[in-house]
């Protein structure tokens, strides 16, 4: 059997794309399939080709994860866009971002777009969170649509990957969108009020660019909180630097207890305060916990 992947979903229409021939071909489910599960975005299909239109999907294969929101199935990179300025930063916001899509098992990258923008001043303000995210174990990336500068290394850094946009409104999304892509396309907004977005009715796609790479034109979330996907006690699980270390209790909260060597690592700069103050904000902690700690 052929292998494809599904790029455009919607209603009744399921676009496959063929690795082999790298055409689009409709998608017809066989009925075993079509009983088993819906069919997503994303999804890896196995079948055969009918006619030079037509694709016959005899088999779905696992998901190794599914955003709800785009419904895309097996993203391997979410490019969670902000800027330093036009929108002003947010770290809370970004650390949420992070933890949420972690917890989705989709690997977040941070882009840092409009760097066009910045003055020496701000300049060191963004090599400080660069710094900052890598020191977590973060991969960050720094580019603008405006200048056309870092797309050679985000292509790269992006091969072979089904991706999908996320970040606040403003930061450059649908632009990063168009120039990865190579034609101008809005990116389509997800309704923010109801849970049925736009995608309910227009459907998700997936575009094809570089080498083998795949993008979303519906972004992710702009800002969620990550208490509403998870238990408080599962956070601490998704700030990828505290992993590192092995506190006295293995399910330590980092919070109140003795011998955390997370809070040492804190202490000691290790850790920054800025990621631990946002860990104690998120789960809804007292901030003074980290005023012990952090200078
Ligand atoms: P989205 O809401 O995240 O999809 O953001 P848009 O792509 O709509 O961009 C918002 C605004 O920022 C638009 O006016 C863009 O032209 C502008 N913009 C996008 N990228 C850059 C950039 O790299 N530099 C500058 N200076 N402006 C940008
Ligand atoms: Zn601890």
């Known amino acids: 059997m052929k292998k494809g992947l599904v790029i455009d979903r919607e209603a009744q229409m399921i676009g496959v794309y063929l690795f082999e021939d790298g055409k689009t071909y409709r998608g017809i489910p066989r009925k075993k399939v079509l ?18 239109n037509s694709f016959a999907i005899e088999d779905l294969e696992e998901r190794k994860n599914f955003l709800v929101r ?6 391997d990179k979410v490019l969670v866009v902000m800027s330093i300025k036009m929108p002003e930063f947010d ?3 970004l ?8 917890h989705l098992n989709a690997d977040p990258v941070i882009v840092f777009n409009k760097i066009d923008l910045l003055d020496q001043r701000e300049i060191k303000e963004l090599e400080k969170w660069e710094k900052l995210y890598k020191d977590a174990g973060y991969d960050v990336l720094k ?57 309910t009715t227009t459907g998700v796609r997936l575009f094809p660019f570089g080498k083998g790479s795949f993008i979303g034109d519906t972004p992710g979330f702009s800002s969620v909180d990550a208490l509403y996907f998870m238990d408080k006690k599962e956070v601490r699980l998704y700030f990828r630097e505290f992993l590192r270390y092995r506190c006295k209790f293995p399910d330590c909260t980092h919070t109140r207890e003795p011998e955390c060597r997370v809070k040492e690592a804190v202490s ?15 789960i809804r ?8 700690i952090c200078q």
């Open 143 to 199: 580019v603008s649509v405006q200048k056309n500068t870092g797309f050679e290394e985000l292509k790269k850094y992006l091969e072979g990957a089904i991706c999908v946009l996320a970040g606040p409104s403003g930061v450059g999304k649908s632009s990063i969108l168009s120039k990865l892509i190579g034609i101008q396309l809005e990116t389509r907004e997800v309704s923010e009020k109801t849970e049925r977005g736009r995608h």
């Open 70 to 75: 785009p419904p895309v199935a097996n993203v």
């Open 268 to 282: 000691a700069g290790e850790i920054s305060c800025e990621r631990y103050r946002n860990y104690l904000r998120i």
């Open 91 to 93: 770290n809370f916001l």
């Open 35 to 52: 009983k088993k599960t819906k069919i997503y975005a994303g999804d890896y299909v196995l079948g055969e080709v009918v006619d030079q």
């Open 95 to 102: 650390d949420n971002l992070l933890v949420v899509y972690e």
């Open 285 to 292: 902690e007292d901030m003074s916990i980290a005023e012990e």
